[in-house]
């Protein structure tokens, strides 16, 4: 019962302090692991948002510069004076000057036949009057197309910038090298599995990316409208999952993209994740063996201190019932003393009587001096119990000797030595040598020793043998002293009233019921402690002990 | 038998029979019920040589007793007659004078004899202080 309870004790107690420790470590490592999650994918992508906002930049200048050359061409320059292919071929050389990205120039009649032409291939006489991008140039002045092989077999881009001049419309289209654009995007390094490319609006690649595609490929991307400025996402394409840094370009609907690895990228992150995830799992161990370790050695105090509590109030009882019996034995005895005085004295008085001549003729006269000699044999009985209750009851200091056990027990044992031979019971003695002596009270002691000596012979009654050991306690300041008989034992609900006083398991007439009572009240007085021990068919021991200094 | 007692108790049947007791040993005796009865006696006749005195007496009490005798018979012997079974209340009774003590109940022989011997020191003292 007590156990459990304390068991239940000990798991609350580990609960509470595992709640009082986990809850701050907890909110304090994942606080701090918040933080510095948020601030390092903040940097990440802020990192990754300057780049691509960056090469954004670079490239919606660079093809700003080629759309304004071109449009000062065709604004400055007369048709009759373009479609002139000597002329032509003159600026086409200027515009080089500057630019090696310029692969050719043509110039479109409003029909959309190319009437003067500067460049690697004989594409003058070309109608392009169907083309797509003919009809979006005309009607919108500028159009720069997507990147394409066309007949010149090489990745390139068209712009195209349609001029009105008097009546007639014309247009200036040069081709460009779209190598920029790769050698741009490739000069974003990002680790081993970061990525950069242009996507239009079709999702295809208007560059070559360093891994898995090739120019041109259409790549499974979700559709992301226009919006303006940049942004860093997570998805997974093709099965990945990437950070994605995206932003639209300026002069042309082409989604620039700059993929990482998010593991890669946070490879910091994740391994303050992991030291967090240790340090929080070495931390909980820590915890929770000091909470077993206060939990268990609180528990195991609290069980040390009600013991002792136990064994205090055991001790305590039985003082009091002592002190109560101290009182009552008294008073009873006082009370009783007087008229057992005034019965002893009729008693002498008529024996006083009975010596004289006349008396001793009565043929009564035996009867009467019997009856008298029961009287004042059985008033001396029961002074005998109203001393002993006073002598219990009396609060007398005892005196200090200094006192050898061992000879003491030897003069006491030596009282009994007849009787004992008599019983066939031997006296086996174990003492231990040099044993300190005591300073103690040795009539008191002795009328202990001859009490406990006494209970033993009665005990065995016939052939046995009582053990007298004597021992030196812990540090030498007690002496014990253990003295055991082969008797018959007692039973275990005797042992517990064993020190109870008036209780005697003698016949009438033989025991008061107070030798123990009294034994006890005089170790006690004595600053030691009596217990007993016994087994029923084997013996009883009992255990005394004695301080050494009073 | 050449010494007077007064024996002092508040138990008639006791004190009564001490008395029938003594006298039947030629003894001459004086029973008293209280202390102030006693004191009453010895101060009319102070002719005793030893006097029997219970410890616990209702009013005065034996100790109280004893003090006040001693005080004015300093010569007088008194023997304490004691329920109290322990050596401190006679110890008591001795350290304020008292001859010595007996135990209730009494066994009688012993109390004569104590008597006895005290009455010897009575006249020994009684003697001395003469010379």
Same mark, same amino acid.
């Given at each position: 019962?007590?156990?459990?309870?304390?068991?239940?004790?000990?798991?609350?107690?580990?609960?509470?302090?595992?709640?009082?420790?986990?809850?701050?470590?907890?909110?304090?490592?994942?606080?701090?692991?918040?933080?510095?999650?948020?601030?390092?994918?903040?940097?990440?992508?802020?990192?990754?948002?300057?780049?691509?906002?960056?090469?954004?930049?670079?490239?919606?200048?660079?093809?700003?510069?080629?759309?304004?050359?071109?449009?000062?061409?065709?604004?400055?320059?007369?048709?009759?004076? !373009?479609?002139?292919?000597?002329?032509?071929?003159?600026?086409?050389?200027?515009?080089?000057?500057?630019?090696?990205?310029?692969?050719?120039?043509?110039?479109?009649?409003?029909? +959309?036949?190319?009437?003067?032409?500067?460049?690697?291939?004989?594409?003058?006489?070309?109608?392009?009057?169907?083309?797509? $991008?003919?009809?979006?140039?005309?009607?919108?002045?500028?159009?720069?197309?997507?990147?394409?092989?066309?007949?010149?077999?090489?990745? #390139?881009?068209?712009?195209?910038?349609?001029?009105?001049?008097?009546?007639?419309?014309?247009?200036?289209?040069?081709?460009?090298?779209?190598?920029?654009?790769?050698?741009?995007?490739?000069?974003?390094?990002?680790?081993?599995?970061?990525?950069?490319?242009?996507?239009?609006?079709?999702?295809?690649?208007?560059?070559?990316?360093?891994? +898995? #595609?090739?120019?041109?490929?259409?790549?499974?991307?979700?559709?992301?409208?226009?919006?303006?400025?940049?942004?860093? @996402?997570?998805?997974?394409?093709?099965?990945?999952?990437?950070?994605?840094?995206?932003?639209?370009?300026?002069?042309?609907? $082409?989604?620039?993209?700059?993929?990482?690895?998010?593991?890669?990228?946070?490879?910091?992150?994740?391994?303050?994740? $992991?030291?967090?995830?240790?340090?929080?799992?070495?931390?909980?161990?820590?915890?929770?063996?000091?909470?077993?370790?206060?939990?268990?050695?609180?528990?195991?105090?609290?069980?040390?201190?009600?013991?002792?509590?136990?064994?205090?109030?055991?001790?305590?009882?039985?003082?009091?019932?002592?002190?109560?019996?101290?009182?009552?034995?008294?008073?009873?005895?006082?009370?009783?003393?007087?008229?057992?005085?005034?019965?002893?004295?009729?008693?002498? $008085? !008529?024996?006083?009587?009975?010596?004289?001549?006349?008396?001793?003729?009565?043929?009564?006269?035996?009867?009467?001096?019997?009856?008298?000699?029961?009287?004042?044999?059985?008033?001396?009985?029961?002074?005998?119990?109203?001393?002993?209750?006073?002598?219990?009851?009396?609060?007398?200091?005892?005196?200090?000797?200094?006192?050898?056990?061992?000879?003491?027990?030897?003069?006491?044992?030596?009282?009994?030595?007849?009787?004992?031979?008599?019983?066939?019971?031997?006296?086996?003695?174990?003492?231990?040598?040099?044993?300190?002596?005591?300073?103690?009270?040795?009539?008191?002691?002795?009328?202990?020793?001859?009490?406990?000596?006494?209970?033993?012979?009665?005990?065995?009654?016939?052939?046995?043998?009582?053990?007298?050991?004597?021992?030196?306690?812990?540090?030498?300041?007690?002496? @014990?002293?253990?003295?055991?008989?082969?008797?018959? +034992?007692?039973?275990?609900?005797?042992?517990?009233?064993?020190?109870?006083?008036?209780?005697?398991?003698?016949?009438?007439? @033989?025991?008061?019921?107070?030798?123990?009572?009294?034994?006890?009240?005089?170790?006690?007085?004595? +600053?030691?402690?009596?217990?007993?021990?016994?087994?029923?068919?084997?013996?009883?021991?009992?255990?005394?002990?004695?301080?050494?200094?009073? | 038998? %050449?010494?007077?007692?007064?024996?002092?108790?508040?138990?008639?049947?006791?004190?009564?029979?001490?008395?029938?007791?003594?006298?039947?040993?030629?003894?001459?005796?004086?029973?008293?019920?209280?202390?102030?009865?006693?004191?009453?006696?010895?101060?009319?006749?102070?002719?005793?040589?030893?006097?029997?005195?219970?410890?616990?007496?209702?009013?005065?009490?034996?100790?109280?007793?004893?003090?006040?005798?001693?005080?004015?018979?300093?010569?007088?012997?008194?023997?304490?007659?004691?329920?109290?079974?322990?050596?401190?209340?006679?110890?008591?009774?001795?350290?304020?004078?008292?001859?010595?003590?007996?135990?209730?109940?009494? %066994?009688?022989?012993?109390?004569?004899?104590?008597?006895?011997?005290?009455?010897?020191?009575?006249?020994?003292?009684?003697?001395?202080?003469?010379?």
């Amino acid at each position: 019962m007590i156990q459990d309870e304390f068991n239940k004790l000990r798991l609350k107690l580990i609960a509470i302090s595992l709640a009082f420790s986990f809850i701050p470590l907890f909110s304090l490592g994942l606080g701090l692991y918040d933080r510095f999650y948020e601030t390092y994918t903040d940097k990440v992508h802020g990192n990754l948002r300057n780049l691509v906002e960056n090469k954004k930049t670079t490239i919606d200048m660079f093809l700003s510069e080629r759309v304004a050359q071109l449009s000062t061409l065709a604004l400055t320059e007369a048709y009759a004076d !373009m479609s002139n292919e000597k002329y032509l071929e003159h600026i086409f050389s200027v515009l080089q000057l500057h630019s090696k990205s310029f692969l050719d120039l043509q110039v479109i009649d409003q029909n +959309g036949i190319c009437v003067a032409y500067v460049g690697p291939y004989p594409l003058r006489g070309v109608d392009y009057g169907k083309e797509e $991008w003919f009809g979006k140039a005309m009607a919108k002045g500028v159009h720069i197309s997507d990147v394409f092989m066309g007949f010149r077999k090489y990745p #390139h881009f068209n712009i195209a910038i349609s001029r009105r001049e008097g009546d007639k419309t014309w247009v200036l289209r040069a081709a460009i090298d779209s190598d920029i654009f790769d050698s741009l995007v490739r000069s974003v390094h990002l680790g081993k599995s970061g990525d950069a490319f242009i996507l239009s609006t079709g999702h295809v690649l208007q560059t070559k990316p360093r891994f +898995g #595609h090739d120019m041109f490929d259409t790549l499974s991307f979700p559709d992301i409208p226009r919006f303006p400025g940049t942004r860093v @996402e997570e998805f997974a394409t093709g099965g990945q999952t990437s950070l994605f840094a995206m932003t639209w370009l300026n002069q042309k609907d $082409w989604l620039l993209v700059i993929k990482d690895d998010p593991r890669e990228e946070l490879l910091p992150l994740y391994r303050a994740r $992991w030291l967090l995830i240790l340090l929080l799992a070495g931390g909980s161990l820590l915890v929770i063996g000091g909470a077993v370790f206060i939990a268990n050695s609180t528990v195991r105090q609290l069980i040390v201190a009600e013991r002792e509590k136990a064994a205090l109030d055991a001790s305590l009882t039985q003082s009091s019932k002592m002190a109560a019996l101290g009182k009552l034995a008294a008073g009873v005895a006082h009370e009783v003393n007087n008229p057992l005085a005034i019965i002893m004295e009729k008693a002498g $008085w !008529m024996r006083d009587l009975l010596s004289e001549e006349d008396i001793k003729a009565s043929p009564n006269f035996g009867e009467f001096e019997d009856a008298v000699s029961k009287i004042e044999f059985h008033v001396r009985r029961a002074k005998d119990v109203t001393h002993r209750l006073l002598g219990f009851a009396r609060r007398m200091e005892p005196t200090q000797e200094d006192l050898d056990v061992n000879l003491l027990l030897d003069q006491t044992r030596s009282f009994l030595e007849n009787e004992a031979s008599f019983r066939g019971i031997a006296f086996i003695t174990d003492y231990q040598k040099n044993l300190p002596r005591i300073e103690s009270d040795a009539s008191q002691l002795q009328q202990v020793f001859l009490n406990i000596f006494d209970n033993a012979i009665d005990a065995i009654d016939k052939n046995g043998s009582i053990t007298i050991c004597t021992r030196a306690g812990t540090d030498n300041n007690e002496v @014990e002293i253990a003295i055991s008989d082969t008797g018959k +034992g007692i039973p275990r609900e005797t042992l517990e009233k064993i020190f109870d006083p008036f209780f005697t398991t003698k016949k009438v007439g @033989e025991g008061t019921g107070l030798g123990l009572t009294i034994s006890y009240s005089i170790i006690e007085k004595l +600053g030691g402690h009596i217990n007993v021990t016994s087994e029923e068919g084997k013996g009883t021991t009992f255990h005394i002990a004695l301080p050494v200094g009073a | 038998m %050449d010494f007077r007692v007064l024996a002092v108790d508040d138990e008639a049947d006791f004190i009564e029979t001490l008395v029938k007791r003594f006298t039947y040993r030629k003894i001459p005796v004086t029973a008293a019920g209280s202390g102030p009865e006693a004191l009453a006696l010895l101060e009319r006749d102070p002719a005793y040589d030893v006097v029997i005195l219970d410890m616990r007496m209702p009013g005065m009490d034996g100790i109280a007793v004893l003090k006040e005798l001693k005080k004015r018979h300093p010569l007088l012997e008194v023997i304490m007659l004691t329920g109290h079974a322990s050596v401190e209340a006679g110890m008591q009774g001795m350290s304020l004078g008292a001859y010595d003590y007996v135990l209730k109940p009494v %066994d009688f022989g012993e109390l004569l004899e104590k008597a006895r011997k005290a009455s010897e020191r009575k006249k020994l003292n009684e003697a001395r202080a003469k010379a």
